[in-house]
């Protein structure tokens, strides 16, 4: 036999379990190749568009799931996006520096195409590649079927939080990966109900349980139960009653405390050119372990280290690095330079117990500026807080910031109570600017969320007649105190002491030296 043919049979005989799989699904010889395009996903907060700091990849690159893509920068934080996909990536739609909308394809990537015959339905952001091999026919190779005990089933995977398919598998379940017992399981199979159809019970988690399938036989023998077999394609005939989870009655019930507490409003812009002119420069000196991709130490001609050590940089967790300055870690330390010229801000009224409710209220003042920050995760809203934040540089509370959000995206979340502090913070900043077009907002102040809140709205470049049409970049905030302890004149003149520091950040180089 000669080398040519031994060659085929040889990779014929290898890959006969995955040829036995394929001709049991479909007709093709070997798994379809798709382009994948990868959309950039909502990353919080309301964020409407991204721009491409760095790419992690190259065309041509192949990807692994969870492999890093990409960096992205909102006017919030960068994030590090990973592969949804495991393939080959094609082709990068985004250039570094470039914005990208949320929605908008970044990249393509190429897989295979694994789905059974009915997986297809909905998938018409995949693209066909044309370059692809016409399959050959069935009929070529039907003699060839598994063997008993050969056929092993291939371990399926985790599929990645942004792969598109991942919402179409936690939709379609069947009758095997519900939730349910036994013994349910047996009594529905008895009746000759789908459990696929019941799910998510009424139980723990979702739990199918006989009082469900009964209900279901009840429904049916009524004549009101559907027709249809797919779970998508029930249309609920009644109200349905959602149970609130932990983190949202945890909102709801702070929202109702929160009618107890008097709001004063102040709102107002600031201008944040000269900051904006200052952040390239700054960005330039980021030091090398608050890095993600930090430059390789060059040699130097003189040993700074010769006569004692230098002091060692802090240990920065991987969450905590990032690649680039935003303007919310000068918005912090510039509040706590005005909080530290205003004791009234680094107070928080004083809890006392029911039995003293006739002693006159009081507060404590802080020695240090404590500053929460409301932060959207996929479970719900915290408000984690930045503890000593006049003691903090601007890179140190910009990786405080990346380490915040990172355990915030976690599900469940990572926030613990190191981020938490059961004290809490006297001022709470929430940064919504990039959702939508708003300049300006309302923000609530809860019990124990400290003396006062502000809202950072959306930044903008406008033409400042005062300064005869100068283009300016202003950004509008929103105030509201506690009214029982703070004055309307004293807020005003608080934020007017915020302006003067963050219109002109040069000031923070004299407090420093």
Known sequence: MSAFVVRPLRRLLLR??????HLHRSSAWAARKLVQPFKLADIGEGITECEVIKWSVKPSSAVQVFDPLCEVQSDKASVEITSPFEGVVTELLVKEGEVAKVGSNLCLIEVEDE???????????????????????????????????IVKEVPERRLHPLDPRAQAERLKVDGSNVLALPSVRHFAKQSGVDLSLLAPGSGKGGRIGKKDVESYLSRASSGSASSSSSPSQMAPENDVVVELGRTRHAMWKAMAKSLEIPHFGYSTYLDLTNLHNMLPLLNTHIPPHYLLNPPE??????????????PSPPDVPPTAKYSRLTYLPFLLK???RAMTDWPLFRSSITPSPESSASQKPTLTVRPHADISIALSTPTGLYTPTLQRVDTHSVYALAAR????????????SGLGPAEMPRAGGTLTLSNVGALGRGEFAHPVLVPGG?????????????????RHGERRLQVGVSWSADHRVVEGAELAAFVECWRAYIEYPERLVADAV
């Open 16 to 21: 006969r379990p995955v040829l036995a799989r």
């Open 334 to 336: 510039t509040l706590s």
């Open 115 to 149: 789905s059974s015959e009915d997986a297809g339905e909905g998938y018409s952001d995949q693209l066909p590649l044309q370059k692809s091999e016409p399959a050959p026919t069935e009929s070529k190779y039907e003699e060839l079927e598994p063997q008993e005990g």
């Open 297 to 310: 130490d060059k040699p130097m001609s003189v040993n700074p280290s010769a006569i004692h050590p230098a």
């Open 450 to 466: 400290g003396v006062a809140i502000v809202a950072i709205g959306r930044a903008r470049w406008v033409r400042d007649e005062e």
């Open 401 to 412: 910031l990346a380490h915040v959000s990172a355990l915030g995206r976690r599900t469940p």
